[in-house]
T-cell receptor, first 112, second 108 residues
């Protein structure tokens, strides 16, 4: 049981490039979510999903897309990276929306 | 609007001293409240939730609805408690809201 797995661990992008951050969980959790962690800002919700085929926006969704084609996977796409998206990104999953979250190890993204 | 406030960004205490990490929330309903911890080079993990009313690693947290607070307490801090602590709220709307975090340093 690997829990929540995020890849890559580190990534450097140039402004305007696109990329996908991968997130997978093997706990059959319905709820999955993406956060960004910035100094002094805590964790802010980007997008979340309450089940396969269902996604919704969080607090800071602009510049990011998500999809949930399977229960296990919840990738986060940056369509055109900007320096303001330099951050540490965390994926999390839980049994339901108010159950404790299980976090991945995070992806440290730098946009130059 | 849902909000979680952690007023202390940094907190230092000596080993063996009591520690209290403050958390206040604003929420028009009955929230679920959590404390998460991130030790150095480890992933965020659940420390405790108010509904469980349990003590984890000597930490407790009491939900005070009158003061809308959920402060985290430990009577005798240990060096291994040094970490980043986040208070979080889950309520209607399938969303978690996190505070800005408090970095706790326990001085030997």
């Amino acid at each position: 049981n690997a829990g929540v797995t995020q890849t890559p661990k580190f990534q450097v992008l140039k402004t305007g490039q696109s990329m996908t951050l991968q997130c997978a969980q093997d706990m059959n959790h319905e709820y999955m979510s993406w956060y960004r962690q910035d100094p002094g800002m805590g964790l802010r919700l980007i997008h979340y999903s309450v089940g396969a085929g269902i996604t919704d926006q969080g607090e800071v969704p602009n510049g990011y897309n998500v999809s949930r084609s399977t229960t296990e996977d919840f990738p986060l796409r940056l369509l055109s990276a900007a320096p303001s998206q330099t951050s540490v990104y965390f994926c999390a999953s839980s049994y339901s929306h108010n159950s404790p979250l299980h976090f991945g190890n995070g992806t440290r993204l730098t946009v130059t | 609007a849902q909000r979680v406030t952690q007023p202390e960004k940094l907190l230092s205490v000596f080993k063996g001293a009591p520690v209290e990490l403050k958390c206040n929330y604003s929420y028009s309903g009955s929230p679920e409240l959590f404390w998460y911890v991130q030790y150095s080079r480890q992933r965020l993990q659940l420390l405790l939730r108010h509904i469980s009313r349990e003590s984890i690693k000597g930490f407790t947290a009491d939900l005070n609805k009158g003061e809308t607070s959920f402060h985290l307490k430990k009577p005798f801090a240990q060096e291994e408690d040094s970490a980043m602590y986040y208070c979080a709220l889950s309520g209607f709307g399938n969303q978690f809201y996190f505070g800005t975090g408090t970095s706790l340093t326990v001085i030997p």
